[in-house]
């Protein structure tokens, strides 16, 4: 029986789990400010032996007041243990400190997310990215990508790029496998997979196809690193139905698009895609399904992610069950020919055909 199939809770536990959730908010301030201020560090360096709070105090600049009040909440989170007078870094405080995935979660949840999430109530009510209005002035955050305040956008691109690098090595092998040298990269984004094509082909050419603000961005990533010659731009907005694609690739790729996207939207791209591109072409989506992870963490991650989507990104799209994803991908005119998961960090890619009517 799968985990998630039970509720793991008797009704002592149920209420006391309840009561983490009720100061959630706060414990997660917690964390990040026992991070920022080096807390975690001096004990981390402290090891088993610990440290007392004036000791803390006096290591990181921070007054004894505020070592204790943060540190006691962390006793009770399990960032930390306390025997007295001595506080020692736990495991959860571990890999708060020197996790990555832990590290652009959580800046991305502070940064892009926090204040946004309290409009969560009116985003479902109204099916629109409501939270938006935090950061910005636009229908969509895909909009304002290059306009987010610095700090939020830093912590947008590291969450993006965490995910998706990891998974290069693999994907360029099989996406080269036959040797295109054509390749459209719908939701290109800032050129990172159009620039690793490139390094790992000599000869392939890359069209970009994005909003132009994404393309220009794209474009002065292949200036700096020398592959302007290589990689292209084709300014394409897809929530405009009426937009046909570009022709002429032998590889259509999408990687983390779709997932931006309604399923009436989703379907709309896939069918436009279907009509563009040519018989022998492939078309690989690579994406996250909150299902096809090996760690529960994962899921849970991407379900509170799919929340960002809501709130944030544009009202009406998330990280989609595998099996719900593949009924529009086969919808749209397409068959799914390999499906591998477990990709770098949870990525499954699909690689699709076109049917042949």
């Known amino acids: ?19 983490k959730l009720a100061f959630a908010p706060i414990v997660f301030h917690t964390a990040r400010t026992l991070r920022d201020l080096n807390i975690l560090s001096a004990l981390d360096e402290a090891g088993s032996d610990g440290l007392d709070a004036t000791e803390i105090a006096t290591t990181t600049g921070v007054s004894e007041y505020g070592v204790k009040v943060l540190l006691d909440m962390a006793v009770s989170a399990h960032i930390v243990t306390w025997k007295s007078p001595r506080y020692c870094i736990a495991n959860l405080g571990y890999f708060l400190l020197h996790d990555g995935m832990t590290r652009a ?10 204040a946004a999430m309290s409009h969560l109530t009116e985003s479902i009510e109204t099916g629109t990215p409501a939270g938006l209005k935090e950061l ?8 304002g990508l290059s306009q987010l305040p610095e700090k939020a956008k830093k912590s947008w691109f590291q969450f993006d790029h965490f995910y998706s690098d990891r998974s290069f090595p693999l994907l360029l092998e099989k996406v080269f496998a036959d040797t295109p040298k054509n390749v459209f990269d719908i939701g290109g984004n800032t050129g990172q997979w ?26 002065e990533q292949a200036k700096e690193t020398g592959y302007e010659g290589r990689i292209k731009g084709h300014a394409f907005d897809a929530l405009d139905a009426s937009q046909s ?4 690739a032998d590889v259509w790729w999408m990687s983390q698009f779709l997932d931006c996207f309604s399923p009436m939207e989703i379907l709309s791209i896939l ?16 994406d ?3 299902d096809a992870q090996k760690y529960e963490a994962a899921a849970y991650s991407l379900n509170a992610t799919s929340l960002y989507f809501t709130c944030l990104a544009n009202g009406n799209s998330r990280f989609y069950r595998c099996e719900e994803f593949v009924q529009i991908v086969e919808e749209a005119g397409f068959d799914v020919v390999e499906k591998t998961d477990d990709i770098g960090l949870g990525h499954t890619l699909l690689k699709l055909n076109a049917r042949q009517d």
């Open 136 to 143: 910005g002035d636009w229908s969509t955050i895909y909009e």
């Open 1 to 19: 029986m799968k985990s998630y199939e039970v509720d793991p809770y008797n009704g002592l536990s149920a209420k006391t789990e309840a009561q």
């Open 271 to 286: 069918r436009r895609v279907r009509q563009a591109m040519k018989p022998d072409a492939t078309v690989y989506i690579l």
């Open 245 to 248: 694609l570009p022709q002429g």
């Open 288 to 290: 996250l399904f909150w």
């Open 194 to 219: 159009a620039r690793q094509c490139c390094q790992y082909c000599s000869d392939v050419t890359v069209t970009i196809i994005d909003l132009p603000p994404q393309i220009e961005m794209a474009l």
């Open 105 to 114: 979660n959580m800046d991305f949840t502070a940064d892009v997310c926090y």
